[in-house]
T-cell receptor, first 110, second 114 residues
Framework: DGGITQSPKYLFRKEGQNVTLSCEQN?????MYWYRQDPGQGLRLIYY???????QKGDIAEGYSVSREKKESFPLTVTSAQKNPTAFYLC?????????FGSGTRLTVV | KQEVTQIPAALSVPEGENLVLNCSFT??????LQWFRQDPGKGLTSLLL?????REQTSGRLNASLDKSSGRSTLYIAASQPGDSATYLC?????????????FGGGTRVLVKP
């Protein structure tokens, strides 16, 4: 089945650590996105990529980094510069018609 | 800047009642509007997508309408069931949005009581 796979489902980060969230899609979509969701709030865009080897900052990119070396993969690194990283992270892809989302990664700072 | 609002933030209805969920947006220059469902701790599942040229879309018990000129969309769920309990989010894609970005509303949390 085509879809988006995010891993891990749960991730714990110590203070000062960088962690990487994985996002893989087999939908052959060119565009991929990372959103952050906080309790009681809507989704906010972190980064997006419309094509391999190209990506753009979203509304809340500070403290995050991404890469897009393959069409299928769009990993997100949460760096130590992100002061409040505890949130639910969602990866999505877009065919130009509609969005498809992954099942999310819940990141907690310990 | 586009703003998307969903009121109410939470809604509780008895089983069998029809659900009416509202979404409003400030800039009518949209490409399309998409309704999603989110279960607790899960990702988003696409329910319906309405292109800007369309007035409504239907899928089973779900019907979504779009009035672009007034900046409103409504999601109707007929004969609600406890399994419909979830958070429902709407999102718009603007005509001028770089990268086909979506702007999301805050969602309406729905509880259908047996």
């Amino acid at each position: 089945d085509g879809g988006i796979t995010q891993s891990p489902k749960y991730l714990f980060r110590k203070e000062g650590q960088n962690v990487t969230l994985s996002c893989e899609q087999n939908l052959n979509h060119d565009a991929m996105y990372w959103y952050r969701q906080d309790p009681g709030q809507g989704l906010r865009l972190i980064y997006y990529s419309q094509i391999v080897n190209d990506f753009q900052k979203g509304d809340i990119a500070e403290g995050y980094s991404v890469s897009r070396e393959k069409k299928e993969s769009f990993p997100l690194t949460v760096t130590s510069a992100q002061k409040n990283p505890t949130a639910f992270y969602l990866c999505a892809s877009n065919s130009g018609y509609g969005y498809t989302f992954g099942s999310g990664t819940r990141l907690t700072v310990v | 800047k586009q703003e998307v609002t969903q009121i109410p933030a939470a809604l509780s209805v008895p089983e069998g009642e029809n659900l009416v969920l509202n979404c409003s947006f400030t800039d009518s220059a949209i490409y399309n509007l998409q309704w999603f469902r989110q279960d607790p701790g899960k990702g988003l599942t696409s329910l319906l997508l309405i292109q800007s040229s369309q007035r409504e879309q239907t899928s089973g018990r779900l019907n979504a309408s779009l009035d672009k000129s007034s900046g409103r969309s409504t999601l109707y769920i007929a004969a609600s069931q406890p399994g419909d309990s979830a958070t429902y989010l709407c999102a718009v894609k603007e005509l001028k949005a770089a990268g086909n970005k979506l702007t999301f509303g805050g969602g309406t949390r729905v509880l259908v009581k047996p």
